[in-house]
């Protein structure tokens, strides 16, 4: 039975360590497409995204107009759709 709950722990370890290749691989990824937007855009996701600003707080920071900053969310959005599309496609991601 030992034995048995040794393997089990080792499997999951060589999954544990697949997935975190994979989400390393993923991450780096996606850093490559953010990294083509302008500093203003990969600015606006940051603060909309991981600071969880409104859209007037983001435009106030960035000194864009009320509706700026919608705009270029879904235009940064198209963006990294379009880079990340040939990695959908090879199931990449």
């Given amino acids: 039975m030992v034995d048995?709950?040794?393997?089990?722990?080792?499997?999951?370890?060589?999954?544990n360590?697949?997935?975190?290749?994979?989400?390393?691989?993923?991450?780096?990824?996606?850093?490559?497409?953010?990294a083509k937007l302008s500093p203003e855009r990969r600015a606006l996701i940051y603060l909309l995204y991981y600071e969880q600003l409104k859209y007037k707080?983001?435009?106030?920071?960035?000194?864009?107009?009320?509706?700026t900053a919608k705009s270029n969310l879904v235009r940064s959005l198209q963006m990294l759709k379009k880079c990340l599309k040939p990695y959908l496609q090879k199931g990449e991601i």
């Fill in 4 to 15: 048995n709950f040794e393997d089990t722990l080792v499997d999951k370890k060589a999954i």
């Fill in 57 to 67: 707080e983001v435009a106030y920071i960035l000194d864009w107009p009320g509706g």
């Fill in 17 to 34: 360590s697949e997935e975190a290749v994979i989400k390393k691989e993923l991450r780096e990824i996606v850093l490559r497409c953010l």
